[in-house]
């Protein structure tokens, strides 16, 4: 089945404790990206890749770092967690990464931090 | 810059009666593409529609229909005969096609829509 999964679903965790959230497509997509929803904002991109080892900024990226050395992974990482970053997490990817492209979202990481 | 805006942030209606959301978006680009998705109380994000820009002709799929307008730059969504099911939050979204940042979306801050039975 074509799917994006997300791990973990929900997180708790505290303030400056490093923490990474996984993502994995299995449809050889080359665009990925992931973003964050809060309440009455919508969702804003975080950081997006066009392929391997491409990633750039998107709208709101501080606090955050991703990496894509293989094409179907494409983890966020959060160095040092602050309670601002407390937020809904979407994994998202596309097969291009032109704009007429349908994005195929993940289930979404609930994160909490205290 | 693109922007999305959705004005209503909540609508509370009766089961079967129609309901339409609005969505209005802003972009420098001629070529750009619009989106619907669905949130229901779950959490994931459903897929509804796209359109491109140059495609303004509306479309019906079941009780759903959109109503695309490039001179009012809107693209409004309506359900008929509202359900219970249809409880969820609505994103519209906006994907500019040339970007340097590809595929990224610009979203509205959402409207939740609870049918009440």
């Known amino acids: 089945e074509a799917q994006v999964t997300q791990n973990p679903r929900y997180l708790i965790t505290v303030t400056g404790k490093k923490l990474t959230v996984t993502c994995s497509q299995n449809?050889?997509?080359?665009?990925m990206s992931w973003y964050r929803q809060d309440p009455g904002l919508g969702l804003r991109q975080i950081y997006y890749s066009m392929n391997v080892e491409v990633t750039d900024k998107g709208d709101v990226p501080e606090g955050y770092k991703v990496s894509r050395k293989e094409k179907r992974n494409f983890p966020l990482i959060l160095e040092s967690p602050s309670p601002n970053q407390t937020s809904l997490y979407f994994c998202?990817?596309?097969?291009?990464?032109?704009?007429?492209?349908?994005?195929?979202f993940g289930p979404g990481t609930r994160l909490t931090v205290t | 810059a693109q922007k999305v805006t959705q004005a209503q942030t909540e609508i509370s209606v009766v089961e079967k009666e129609d309901v339409t959301l609005d969505c209005v978006y802003e972009?420098?680009?001629?070529?750009?593409?619009l989106f619907w998705y669905k949130q229901p109380p779950s959490g994931e994000l459903v897929f509804l529609i796209r359109?491109?820009?140059?495609?303004?002709q509306n479309e019906i799929s079941g009780r759903y229909s959109w109503n695309f307008q490039k001179s009012t730059s809107s693209f409004n969504f309506t359900i008929t005969a509202s359900q219970v099911v249809d409880s969820a939050v609505y994103f519209c979204?906006?994907?500019?096609?040339?970007?340097?940042?590809?595929?990224?979306?610009?979203f509205g801050g959402g409207t939740r829509v609870l049918v009440k039975p």
């Open positions: 998202a990817s596309s097969l291009r990464p032109g704009g007429g492209y349908e994005q195929y």
């Open positions: 979204a906006l994907s500019e096609a040339y970007k340097a940042a590809g595929n990224k979306l610009t």
């Open positions: 449809m050889n997509h080359e665009y």
């Open positions: 972009t420098r680009d001629t070529t750009y593409y």
């Open positions: 359109r491109n820009s140059f495609d303004e």
